[in-house]
């Protein structure tokens, strides 16, 4: 027997370039539906293209983010659910370019597994082109790994990378934040995509399966409703943002909650006071906090609690920024208001009601 038939080939090592072939092929269609003016080329060159003059930008500057899902993946992957984590790994990266007053232009993604099985690996595509089209960007292109002995059996990770312009002068956070400015909130779609190793453990103490009806939506399995995508504030920000002049800042509420993010937007000597009893936290952060057992302080720093987007504004323009972010979907609610710096950045009134 010679060597061209004992040797040793990649695909008995576990990875086969010519399923990867195969996904490129299978996931073109749902690429293609993403692209926007500055990004019309095929997907499976050696990089992606995009023509900032296309798109209509003058001077502008850019605005870049990555992030992945965390361990809301290994809910997807336990309950084979797989078509809508992608819209997640979108959210987590357009929402953080949305804040700096930015609109997203085109999104990577990276996709890293044990082995590709089919439909998988699709179903994952198919969740982030729908983001991407909820958030106006066109997926120009990403990366496919298979990694036997790094993953066990179905497991996988994403990591999301997006790219966002503005024109030049106009970036948020502007310096003009000072007390009495008004503190506006866009509710959240549930969990969004943090606090999720925390979450699994409140599943497994409540000893219910994620094919179980869901305590708190009883119409929705358990895994189907913990699963609910992130909610993607772009189209009604950027609305908001070209047709009033005042916004000053925008707050994406992810890991670290309200008492780590809002500080983040704030200048020197400012603080931000939050009425808890304007929030209406879907009915999910109820449920976790009870069968965990989590205080009110945990809860606000490790979840959104039904608050994902914060938006800070101009007295004066509430009513217009209001009214256009209503247009768009957004529906916001007052939340509380800009203050004195205190010993606390940020300060909170009333309580949680779950």
């Known amino acids: 027997m010679t ?3 004992t040797g040793m080939t990649y695909a008995e090592a576990g990875v086969d370039i010519d399923a990867g072939n195969a996904m490129v092929e299978t996931i073109k269609p749902l690429v293609r539906a993403t692209r926007r003016p500055g990004a019309d080329a095929e997907i499976g060159g050696f990089g992606g293209l995009f023509d900032l003059k296309a798109a209509g930008f003058r001077d502008p500057i850019l605005v870049a983010a990555n992030d992945g899902v ?10 084979n659910r797989h078509d809508t984590i992608g819209v997640d790994l979108v959210a987590m990266c357009v929402n953080d370019i949305i804040v700096q007053g930015a609109e997203p232009l085109f999104f990577l993604d990276y996709y890293a597994t044990a082995k590709l099985v089919p439909g998988v690996g699709t179903d994952i595509v198919r969740g982030i082109a729908a983001g991407c089209r909820l958030a106006g960007c066109a997926l120009i292109g990403g990366e496919t790994a298979e990694m036997p002995g790094l993953y066990d059996g179905a497991d996988y990770d994403l990591a999301g990378f997006s790219v966002g312009a503005a024109e030049r002068g106009t970036l948020l956070p502007r310096g003009n ?13 549930g969990v969004h995509s943090n606090g999720f190793s925390l979450v699994r453990r409140i599943v497994a103490r409540s000893g219910l399966s ?3 009806p869901a305590p708190f ?3 929705r399995s358990l895994g189907e409703a913990l699963l609910e995508p992130t909610r ?36 020197d000597g400012v603080g931000i006071a939050i009425d808890l009893d304007a929030i209406m936290p879907p009915p ?10 989590v205080a009110e302080s945990e809860m606000l720093r490790t979840f959104n609690c039904g608050i994902g987007m914060v938006v800070v504004v101009s007295p004066e323009s509430v009513g217009a920024v209001s009214k256009a972010l209503d247009l768009g979907g957004a529906s916001p609610v007052v939340l509380g208001r800009i203050t004195p710096r205190g010993p606390e950045a940020v300060t909170f009134e009333g309580r949680l009601t779950f």
């Open 217 to 219: 939506e009883p119409l």
């Open 210 to 212: 994620y094919d179980d």
């Open 284 to 293: 999910v952060f109820g449920w976790l906090a009870e069968v965990g057992g």
């Open 177 to 189: 934040i000072v007390p009495g400015d008004v503190v506006l909130g866009l509710p959240s779609s």
């Open 232 to 267: 993607i504030y772009v189209k009604p920000l950027l609305a908001a943002l070209k047709t009033t002049d005042g916004i000053k800042a925008l707050a994406h509420i992810t890991g670290g909650g309200f008492p780590d993010n809002l500080p983040r937007v704030l200048p």
């Open 70 to 79: 965390g361990t809301k993946v290994k809910i997807a992957i336990e309950t």
């Open 3 to 5: 060597a061209e038939h």
